[in-house]
């Protein structure tokens, strides 16, 4: 007989751990009976919900009582279904050193074959928490890395959405840890699965925004920024309460915003979201306990937040000639020039901030004179030495000509003044405040030679070119000419939801047919822009374009556009134009990463059609197995139109009384 004596009575292992849980006091091998009695249970004990006293017993065994106890747990970890149990169990075990040391080589296999053999929906809560306690064991050095790496570059697009949705997040703190390029393929896989696309997207895009600080160029910084943010928008939209995604997607418009020497007003929307995210990811992380493996990303999602808050303050610092309070004032500034050593990161940081703090040194002469002063003082050269130093030789540098300014791309925030100069970038003799005056003026008087009407294409102008500013492509001839063809297609859009049979003759029999097709659409489209773009070698159904054929192709000399036209049955949104995306994308390959989707919407109408303000709107992803974004608008122009009188129901005249 198994079990332990009370009296007469024979009480098994799983009744007196029941007991013990119901009376509140300690259970301790000898309670249970002695190891022998465990031993002899050891079948049915390794099935129970129990394995994380088990693991206790384990950490706190006597010598003698190792060697049964740590065969019970390991069969345990093999066997059990409980995920809760398994979960405390693994905690305890990377959590006690002697017991780690003592059975991690074994319990690595068990891991190993518990995430690998998730065939059932049941077993995958328990390989996400196998694969966290292999990637957590790797951590402390107890077992290889690779254990864990070669299980997360092998994921693929699973099926259930626990176990993806963990191995994510995983994934992505392995890659900050390891830097192993093949978990961003993994990561990218991992998009594919609909409960797991916001969490792998999120973790894909703070990859890439690891990888932008750690760029050697400041291209490359901008192109990695360009990948991140974009992704984490779409981490964003996927899941709710993602306060995370968005902090960070207005960390990264702040540090664009100073790169593009946006004055401290511009940039002070940015702050604000940032403050309310960071408040709302405050209230979320009270309602758990973030996990020991996670510390260190909450520490840097703390620095981020204190560096653009710092950076803000430097972009208005930097606009004045001379500061009041030298001392604190270049303190901050210093916590901006000097970001990579904070972040410990290699350089990105620098290439982002320094240029607009070293310009702003050779063009104001008070504010060199206040870093002079306190180079001059010794109380500040014994905490400030280095940078300011650092600091000091590069405005040397860039006053003697015997360094190039740092600032060699970007977008300028100064469009309409540099090009009236005809220069690149903005004269050193120039002051911020001068420039901000000086192109408010400029586009005031070209908004006066070339006014719009209506309202509401002002509003979606205003719009798609706020959001188009995260495009690295969209800046000087490219952005006006993708302007002038955005424009021509807004105003396309409502014309042919403005203009009756009457206008358009049998131009327009396409839009009430609910047999009209794509081609319909694109042939009107080219007329329209035949007529009203000249400025452009506009063609239809141009081969050779990413190895197919470009349904609308405007060509500019350096620089092309395509419009790719798509027709659509049932109501469309953004979601369901979504899957359009890959193709007009796939022609922006070899050219700039801007474009237009064009989609004829078919459905049975009972209602108006979409307003003109819900029918453009402007869209970025990033392909699977790519790490360049892509940018595109998308325009509805709805079909199978009725008239407004044909929405209304029909009543009878009342008969005329004799």
């Given at each position: ?41 050891a079948d049915i004990v390794a099935r129970a919900p129990y394995l994380d006293i088990f693991a206790c017993l384990a950490s706190e065994a006597e010598l003698q009582d190792t060697e049964v106890l740590d065969a019970l747990l390991l069969r345990g970890f093999a066997e059990t279904d409980n995920a809760c149990s398994f979960r405390d169990a693994a905690n305890t075990v990377i959590s006690s050193s002697s017991l780690r040391e003592r059975i991690s080589a074994r319990l690595t296999k068990a891991l190993e074959l518990r995430v690998e053999n998730r065939s059932e929906p049941m ?139 946006a004055s401290e007003l511009e940039l002070r929307p940015s702050l604000q979201g940032l403050t309310k995210a960071v408040s709302d990811r405050a209230r979320q992380l009270n309602r758990y306990q973030l996990p020991d493996w996670l510390e260190t990303r909450s520490d840097r999602d703390i620095q981020w937040t204190r560096l653009v808050i710092a950076t803000q303050r430097a972009a208005s610092d930097l606009q004045k000639p001379s500061w009041l309070k030298a001392w604190s004032v270049m303190e901050q500034l210093l916590i901006v020039y000097d970001a990579d050593s904070s ?316």
């Amino acid at each position: 007989m198994s079990g332990s004596h009370l009296g007469h009575a024979t009480v098994s292992v799983l009744s007196l751990i029941e007991d013990h849980l119901e009376s509140g006091t300690s259970i301790t091998v000898s309670s249970l009976g002695g190891v022998r009695a465990i031993e002899s249970e050891a079948d049915i004990v390794a099935r129970a919900p129990y394995l994380d006293i088990f693991a206790c017993l384990a950490s706190e065994a006597e010598l003698q009582d190792t060697e049964v106890l740590d065969a019970l747990l390991l069969r345990g970890f093999a066997e059990t279904d409980n995920a809760c149990s398994f979960r405390d169990a693994a905690n305890t075990v990377i959590s006690s050193s002697s017991l780690r040391e003592r059975i991690s080589a074994r319990l690595t296999k068990a891991l190993e074959l518990r995430v690998e053999n998730r065939s059932e929906p049941m077993q995958n809560l328990l390989a996400a928490y196998a694969l966290e306690a292999l990637f957590r064991l790797a951590l402390t050095g107890v077992i290889s890395k690779f254990s864990p790496l070669r299980i997360m570059a092998s994921l693929d697009s699973d099926p259930d959405g626990i176990f993806a949705a963990h191995a994510a997040k995983l994934t992505g703190a392995a890659f900050h840890v390891w830097r192993d390029d093949e978990l961003l393929a993994t990561l990218d896989r991992l998009r594919n699965t609909t409960e797991a696309e916001g969490e792998a997207s999120f973790e894909l895009g703070l990859a890439h925004l690891s990888l932008a600080l750690d760029a050697e160029s400041i291209d490359k910084v901008l192109l990695e920024l360009e990948t991140a943010y974009t992704l984490l928008k779409r981490a964003q939209h996927t899941d709710d309460d993602r306060a995370d995604a968005t902090a960070y997607c207005f960390a990264i418009d702040l540090v664009r915003g100073f790169w593009r020497e946006a004055s401290e007003l511009e940039l002070r929307p940015s702050l604000q979201g940032l403050t309310k995210a960071v408040s709302d990811r405050a209230r979320q992380l009270n309602r758990y306990q973030l996990p020991d493996w996670l510390e260190t990303r909450s520490d840097r999602d703390i620095q981020w937040t204190r560096l653009v808050i710092a950076t803000q303050r430097a972009a208005s610092d930097l606009q004045k000639p001379s500061w009041l309070k030298a001392w604190s004032v270049m303190e901050q500034l210093l916590i901006v020039y000097d970001a990579d050593s904070s972040f410990q990161t290699q350089g990105g940081l620098g290439r982002l901030l320094q240029p607009r703090i070293e310009a702003s040194f050779v063009r104001e002469r008070g504010l060199l004179g206040h870093l002079d002063e306190l180079l001059s003082e010794n109380s500040w050269m014994q905490v400030h030495a280095d940078t300011s130093n650092l600091l000091r030789a590069r405005i040397t540098q860039l006053k003697d000509g015997s360094v190039p300014a740092g600032k060699s791309s970007g977008a300028s925030p100064y469009p309409q003044l540099l090009r009236a100069l005809n220069y690149d970038r903005l004269p050193p003799e120039i002051s911020v405040a001068a420039a901000e005056a000086l192109e408010q003026a400029l586009c005031t008087r070209i908004g006066r030679e070339r006014r719009i009407a209506n309202p509401i294409v002002q509003k979606l102008l205003r719009g798609m070119g706020t959001a188009l500013t995260q495009c690295l492509d969209y800046e000087n001839e490219v952005r006006a000419d993708f302007d002038e063809m955005m424009l021509q297609i807004i105003l396309f859009c409502q014309s042919r939801q403005d203009a009756g049979v009457k206008e358009l003759g049998d131009r327009g029999n396409y839009l009430r047919d609910p047999d009209a097709t794509e081609f319909d659409l694109q042939n009107d489209l080219w007329q329209w822009l035949a007529g009203n773009f000249p400025s452009c070698d506009l063609k239809t159904e141009v081969e050779g374009v990413a190895t197919g054929r470009a349904d609308i192709y405007a060509g500019f000399g350096t620089h092309r556009l395509i419009i790719e036209m798509k027709r659509h049955h049932g109501h469309l949104d953004k979601d369901a134009a979504r899957k359009y995306c890959n193709q007009a994308g796939a022609y922006q390959n070899t050219n700039v990463k801007l474009g237009f989707l064009g989609i004829l919407e078919i459905v049975e109408r009972s209602d108006p059609p979409a307003s003109l303000e819900e029918c453009v709107w402007y869209e970025s992803f990033v392909p699977h197995g790519s790490q360049v974004t892509r940018h595109l608008v998308t325009f509805r122009v709805p079909g199978n139109l009725r008239s407004p009188s044909s929405l209304s129901p029909k009543t009878n005249k009342p008969k005329k009384k004799v």
